[in-house]
């Protein structure tokens, strides 16, 4: 019973996992990004946040949870809109660049 639930338990933690991103090709995938959050990652508006050396997971989780509507907010919308088209590599790759930015 016990091997049964930290089985079941491994997988549903994998199941979600964030797939390895590649900040080089993030980079790539960051043209419409950078109008909020500048080309640096940091913004140039005080109401969009700074995104440069956040940590690689933060990224990803608000970036999906705003795919998924469970991030609410003035721009929830406008977020989703920018990510609807996106696949979770996509998500990660973006992750991971801004993630290594200093």
């Given amino acids: 019973m016990t091997t049964a639930i930290l089985l079941m338990s491994a ?3 994998n199941a979600y996992a964030m797939p390895k991103g590649d900040a ?4 790539i995938k960051t043209p419409s990004c950078r109008f909020c959050h500048g ?3 940091i913004a140039p508006q005080p109401n969009y946040p700074n995104l440069a050396g956040q940590q690689q997971q933060y990224l990803y989780d608000a970036m999906l949870a ?3 509507d469970m991030r609410k907010g003035p721009m929830a919308s406008m977020m989703k809109g920018q990510l609807q088209n996106l696949s979770t590599q ?3 790759d973006i992750a991971a660049y801004y993630s ?3």
């Fill in 11 to 13: 997988i549903g933690t």
């Fill in 24 to 27: 080089s090709k993030g980079e």
């Fill in 90 to 92: 996509d998500l990660a």
């Fill in 39 to 41: 080309s640096n990652g």
């Fill in 66 to 68: 705003y795919t998924n």
């Fill in 100 to 102: 290594e930015m200093k």
